[in-house]
């Protein structure tokens, strides 16, 4: 039976066969995956499975994936975490205020996204914590380049509709760091889904100490969402430094323009991004950005 995989915990899973879900150990070949990965499955994965009782299989296979959201998982062995897979679009969710929204983090997460040919959309929560012109400012960045951007409060209500339109008939990721308020707009989009997902996951707690938070949800109004646990730092998976602009849309037809072939976009002569940024064609703050993310890149070992 096909499946599509719903969470992660540990070497089990959370399958969704026909609208039923089964709870489902994993082959022991599929573990050699994670010579490569932190995990052999990832929500949003598509399997095939074997039935071994009521409700309760082994997933015996794992189909290629149209798109994923990887980042390159915490310590030092460097190896891909698959957040998400079989993604349409990546919404990267921020605050208006408490925390102060991180651009840097956001210019990760779209590049993150478009490597992948995701599309990223920018939420910006908690609207109701600033005055109008100053969520407007922020988003106007954004939207500026051509990335939807939505304005949402999960205490209000405001911009939740908007939001779930966003999200129809699609498969999203929410990502974000923490205090932003994804569970409290995934409360608002499809009430209850939590709580039912955890009192499954309470049947097979092995494998527990290494729960992946990251589920996937069917919306009341068509489409799934995978919701992602807080993230402190992305540090992109498969983005070399030279191709990095390529990632920035507004810097990208610029990068042919440069005088050196090699060109960092630094301090060489004759760079078209540079003079774009002097010229108030670039955005400084999304200048600034591309510099920290490059300079991230070349310290990886």
Not at 81 to 104: C, F, K, M, T, Y
Not at 128 to 155: M, W
Request: proline residues 5%; aromatic residues 6%.
């Amino acid at each position: 039976m096909k499946g599509r995989v719903l969470q992660l915990s540990g070497l089990h899973a959370l399958v969704e066969v026909e609208e039923l879900v089964w709870q489902c150990e994993l082959r022991g070949r599929l573990k050699a995956a994670m010579r490569s990965a932190t995990a052999p499955l990832a929500a949003g994965d598509w399997v095939d499975i074997e039935a071994t009782g009521p409700d309760v299989g082994v997933v015996e296979r794992v189909y290629p994936r149209r798109t994923k959201i990887s980042r390159v998982a915490s310590g030092s062995r460097g190896r891909e975490q698959v957040i998400a897979a079989n993604v349409d679009q990546l919404v990267i969710v921020v605050a208006a205020r408490h925390p102060e929204p991180s651009p840097g983090f956001i210019d990760r997460a779209i590049a993150m996204a478009l490597c992948s040919e995701i599309l990223p959309v920018l939420c910006v929560n908690k609207v109701d914590l600033v005055a109008r012109e100053l969520s407007l400012k922020f988003a106007d960045i954004y939207g500026n380049l051509g990335y939807a951007v939505l304005q949402t409060s999960a205490q209000t209500g405001e911009g939740v509709e908007e939001l779930a339109g966003q999200l129809k008939d699609r498969v999203s990721a929410f990502v974000g760091q923490s205090g932003v308020g994804k569970s409290s707009l995934l409360n608002h989009l499809a009430p209850g889904l939590n709580i039912f997902t955890q009192e499954l996951m309470k049947r097979h707690e092995r494998g527990r100490h290494t729960t992946t938070a990251a589920r996937l949800y069917r919306l009341p109004k068509g489409g799934y969402l995978v919701d992602t646990p807080g993230i402190k730092e992305l540090q992109l998976w498969e983005v070399a430094r030279p191709e990095l602009a390529q990632y920035f849309v507004e810097m990208a037809p610029l990068a042919d323009q440069c005088h050196f072939r090699d060109c960092q976009h630094r301090s060489e002569p004759g760079c078209a991004i540079r003079a774009a940024v002097e010229g108030g064609q670039v955005s400084q703050l999304r200048y600034e950005g591309y510099l920290r993310i490059a300079a991230s890149l070349e310290e990886r070992p």
